[in-house]
């Protein structure tokens, strides 16, 4: 039997993406940003002009639009209590797809508006989430 996979952003070694999982910790949602021409990616990777030399972590509007989605039923990882509500894919503003999953949603629809959240799933693991917009909050 092999040891528990970790929970993500709990391996303190010189990870490239350490900085978003502190930013997580911190309640800050950072994406992976080209200092040369604004190329944005999640998760991190080099710019496709520039390479990793001009890659840094840059604060995101952390809002975007429901992408897809597939509801789980079981289980899938040691890691973690139980089952996610939903699995989805967001765009982003900033362009890049991320997987997640939405709370707070009576209902689920294709293109609807969402703004991050985070909830703690264990000791200093922190997991970016995605919900709809509160009332009165405005999302463009």
Do not use: K
């Not at 209590?81 to 894919?89: D, K």
């Not at 707070?104 to 997991?127: C, H, N, S």
């Amino acid at each position: 039997m092999s040891a528990p996979r970790p929970f993500p952003g709990d391996v303190a070694d010189d990870r490239v993406d350490e900085e978003f999982w502190q930013g997580c910790r911190e309640g800050r949602y950072l994406l992976y940003r080209c200092g040369a021409c604004g190329w944005t990616v999640w998760p991190a990777g080099g710019c496709p002009r520039h390479g990793m030399a001009e890659m840094t972590w840059q604060p995101a509007s952390g809002r975007g639009r429901l992408h897809t989605w597939t509801v789980v039923h079981q289980r899938y990882g040691s890691s973690f209590p139980g089952p996610p509500p939903n699995v989805a894919i967001v765009e982003l503003e900033e362009g890049p797809l991320v997987l997640t999953s939405v709370i707070g949603a009576d209902r689920l629809e294709i293109g609807m508006p969402l703004e991050v959240t985070f909830t703690e799933i264990g000791p200093e693991v922190v997991l970016p989430v995605f919900r709809p917009p509160r009332a009165g909050e405005g999302h463009g």
